[in-house]
């Protein structure tokens, strides 16, 4: 089992391109079906809740209701483990703090730059690779 923290703008991607064979749209698929266990707090889920309810990636409220429902009942409820770590943007600093309170664990994000170099901070086509491995 593969616990992660999957970044918003991977989630987003997935549901706005029309490409299922793109690498968001297969981690997304991959959560789903229990290949990936996402792991999450309550500001995790308020971000996800307010940047998906964007009218303009029209994104329905059916999926994105499902979406939360699944993480909440599936996923993994974990607390930051507080790091001393400069963030480009102090929003990211939660799901890089989430992802370290389970070990080997990953977190998946389209922005690899915004995060410290880490080994379990991994791009999406990264996460199918070592769910290859698996």
Known sequence: MIYAVIDTNVLVSAYITHNVEAATSKVVDYLLHG???????DEMMAEYEEVLSRTHFHISPLKRQNLFEYIRQKGVAAERVSVDTLFTDESDRVFYEVALSEEDSFLVTGNLKHFPIDPRV???AQMLEILGEE
């Open 35 to 41: 290949k990936i266990t996402p792991m999450y707090n």
């Open 122 to 124: 991994v791009t999406p």
